[in-house]
Nanobody, 115 residues
Framework: QVQLVESGGGLVQPGGSLRLSCAASGIIFSIYHEAWYRQAPGKQRELVAAITSGGNTNYVDSVKGRFTISRDNAKNTVYLQMNSLKPEDTAVYYC?????????WGQGTQVTVSS
């Protein structure tokens, strides 16, 4: 059974930081590409950042220079370090693992940026 479990969301003031974690089980984590998506109320889910099995990264323009995606294959975990957070970053953040046509999703974690 594949499970992706996100943690680390919460309420933070503008300019603050959060680190999201996604722990995977039931897959050979090291061969999977990993990504973080987010979905704000009334909006479509969007890709925020991705990291390949080889460690190459990609970001949506709105988070470049502020967010960093990383992975620890020994811990089967992918991270999203979010700095200089803005109110428009408020959303539910979802972890995604994909490889060979297989896509798996976590349950999501809420991030709220507000003063």
């Amino acid at each position: 059974q594949v499970q992706l479990v996100e943690s680390g969301g919460g309420l933070v003031q503008p300019g603050g930081s959060l680190r999201l974690s996604c722990a995977a089980s039931g897959i050979i984590f090291s061969i999977y590409h990993e990504a973080w998506y987010r979905q704000a109320p009334g909006k479509q889910r969007e890709l925020v950042a991705a990291i390949t099995s080889g460690g190459n990264t990609n970001y949506v323009d709105s988070v470049k220079g502020r967010f960093t995606i990383s992975r620890d294959n020994a811990k089967n975990t992918v991270y999203l370090q979010m700095n200089s957070l803005k109110p428009e970053d408020t959303a539910v953040y979802y972890c995604n693992a994909f490889w060979g046509g297989n896509h798996y999703w976590g349950q999501g974690t809420q991030v709220t940026v507000s003063s």
